[in-house]
Structures are given as structure tokens and as C-alpha cells.
């Protein structure tokens, strides 16, 4: 039986702390060290202001857009197909996304300077926004249980779908551009600068908006459709705010970062296990845990093996894949 904090305030406070924290190690850890003299504001040379003002910092606003867009996206999908297994990449929005991507890199060449980087952005965000139409228009004439229905096996597919035709550009991608596919598939904050955090800037805070904004609706669908409809909850209407709402987030994240695997699985489900099921706070939780735990992983993956880099996303998998393994062995026990 999970124990219940004393009050909400005191969970999202906690976990703000536990950003903030977060963000103040993180900033002084680096190649560079950066001491809290020099964080507010007592600069000792140009370097320490270039390494702050264009590469950390960036880096940082980057890393706590991108995991609570992910965690947040999350658990609005295990709240919206009432399954607390449920993530980001089950209707096939990541795949999408990154399969608009590969298809920019090859293809296109990624042209070069702020065209190619927007570009890939906008790919990004047309590749997951492209999966939601097809997944809706698939599940349109159905109603209830049997829509949800629909809308997993389209997004089986399209997984299965995108990972072929992503196998594809691999094989005839160039050298160079076999690299990048590959470093992107891991998941990378590596290249974050100001013109990519601006984009997330733009496009991850309403979405996370509109995400907490259904947080009554997700609540009384737990209830079942038809409870919900009765208590005045347009479902459908909902189903559209909560993917559409994710296809922007999630498109932005994978064309900003790659694929990061597990936080949009890990964090709400922990959290679920301790807040409870009611959407009001575990939305809030879960985009403020996706950050702590984004920005911890990357400042782990910039520090581990200094000066190389660790792709973030294989730290996140290394962190996910035992963690269920160990609930799995749990639950054997307990049969």
C-alpha cells in the first residue's frame, strides 16, 4: 500500500527544490568547473562566461524542456489509455518523429546552418503530427474501448512501419550521415545551443499547458467513458487535446534530443505508485520528475567520461530496462 503525501503543495515543492538542486550541480559540472562565485555573476575570464552563457546554460533549459515534455506526454497517455505502462512512443508519435528526421538527414542532406536545424525541427514535429492524423483517422468510426483498441494496433504498426523504413535510410545514408543517424537514435543534448533551445522555448511550454489543462477530463475517464459522459466529459474531444498536445511536445523532443527511451515510461509510473492515479498532481509531478531526472542524466553522461560524452538515452535505458525488470521479478515473487 503506497503512502500519501500530506499534500500536494508539499509534493511539487519537494520536487522543485530537487530541480532547482539539480540544475546548481549541474551547471557547476562540466569539463569546465564553474564554482557559485562565478554563477552569480563574479566573472574571472571570458571563458567561464562563454562556457555558461552559450553551452551550459542552453544545455540546461534544454534538458528540463525535453523531460517534462516527455514524462508530462507520459502520463497523459497511461491516463488516456487508463494503463500505467502506457508511453509516448505507443501510438507511434516518436517513431514518426524520428522517421520525419532520418528522412530530413538522408534525403534532404539536413541543409546546413539554421535552415537545416529548424528544418529538422519542423520535420520532427510534421512526423509525429502526421502519426496523429493517420492513428485518428483509423480510429474514427469507433467508439470506447474498441477505439483505443484501434489506436494501439495503429500505433504497433507504425512502429514496426517507421523502424523499417528508418532501417532503409540507414542503408543508404553516407558515412557522415550514418553517424549522425546514429548518435541522434541514442539521444543527445549535445548540440544544444541557443537556436535549438529557443525552438523548445517556443513549442514545449504549451504544450505542457494543454497537457495539464486536461487533467480534470483524464481524472473522470478513469471512471470509464460512460460514467465520464455522464459527469458532462466530451471524451473524444479529450483523446484529440491529449495526442495532439503530445504530438507537438514529443515531435519537438525527438527532433531537439533524438530518442531518449524510458522517462516518458519511468517517471509517471514511479510517481503513479506514489501520488495515486488523480491527474491534477501527477501531471505537475511527473513534468517536474522528468526534468530532475533528464537534467541528473545528462550532467552524468557530460561527466562520466569527460571530455567525451555519453549519449543521455542510453543512460535513461540503462536506468529503465532494471527497473521494470526488477517489478516483473517483484510481482513473480509475489505470486
Known amino acids: ?60 533549459l534544454l534538458a528540463a524542456l525535453v523531460g517534462a515534455m516527455l514524462a508530462g506526454s507520459g502520463a497523459a497517455m497511461q491516463g488516456l489509455f487508463r494503463n500505467p505502462l502506457a508511453d509516448p512512443t505507443l501510438l507511434g508519435l516518436a517513431s514518426g518523429a524520428g522517421l520525419a528526421v532520418a528522412l530530413w538527414i538522408v534525403l534532404l542532406g539536413g541543409a546546413g546552418g539554421s535552415l537545416g536545424l529548424y528544418g529538422q525541427f519542423l520535420a520532427g514535429f510534421l512526423g509525429a503530427l ?10 474514427q468510426r469507433q467508439h470506447g474501448q474498441e477505439a483505443l483498441f484501434t489506436l494501439l494496433l495503429a500505433g504497433l504498426a507504425i512502429n514496426t512501419l517507421a523502424g523499417a523504413m528508418g532501417g532503409v535510410m540507414a542503408f543508404i545514408a ?31 511550454p504549451p504544450a ?12 473522470l475517464l478513469q ?10 466529459l466530451d471524451a473524444p474531444r479529450l483523446k484529440r487535446h491529449v ?10 523532443c525527438v527532433a531537439l534530443a533524438g530518442i ?38 545528462d550532467t552524468l553522461a557530460r561527466t ?23 517489478l516483473l521479478l517483484k510481482r513473480r515473487a509475489r505470486c
Open 174 to 204: 553516407s558515412d557522415e550521415q550514418l553517424r549522425q543517424l546514429s548518435l541522434w537514435g541514442m539521444g543527445s543534448l549535445s548540440h544544444a545551443l541557443w537556436s535549438a533551445t529557443l525552438g523548445a522555448l517556443i513549442g514545449i
Open 208 to 219: 505542457l499547458w494543454w497537457l495539464l489543462r486536461c487533467a480534470r477530463g483524464l481524472d
Open 304 to 326: 562520466l567520461a569527460s571530455p567525451a560524452e555519453v549519449p543521455v538515452g542510453l543512460l535513461t535505458s540503462l536506468l529503465g530496462g532494471p527497473y521494470f525488470l526488477w
Open 130 to 139: 502526421g502519426v496523429c492524423v493517420l492513428v485518428f483517422a483509423l480510429g
Open 243 to 252: 495526442v495532439v498536445a503530445t504530438a507537438l511536445g514529443v515531435g519537438l
Open 1 to 60: 500500500m503506497t503512502k500519501q503525501p500530506r499534500s500536494p503543495g508539499q509534493v511539487l515543492v519537494l520536487l522543485g527544490l530537487a530541480v532547482l538542486a539539480a540544475l546548481l550541480v549541474a551547471a557547476m559540472s562540466g569539463s569546465v568547473g564553474l564554482s557559485p562565485r562565478v554563477l552569480l555573476g563574479e566573472w574571472p575570464s571570458p571563458l567561464a562566461w562563454q562556457v555558461w552563457w552559450q553551452l551550459r546554460l542552453p544545455r540546461l
Open 223 to 232: 471512471l470509464g467513458e460512460l460514467t465520464a459522459h455522464g459527469a458532462g
Open 260 to 297: 531518449i527511451g524510458f522517462l516518458g515510461l519511468l517517471v509517471p509510473h514511479c510517481l503513479r505508485l506514489w501520488l495515486g492515479p488523480g491527474h491534477r498532481l501527477l501531471l505537475p509531478a511527473s513534468m517536474l520528475g522528468g526534468a530532475l531526472l533528464l537534467i541528473v542524466a
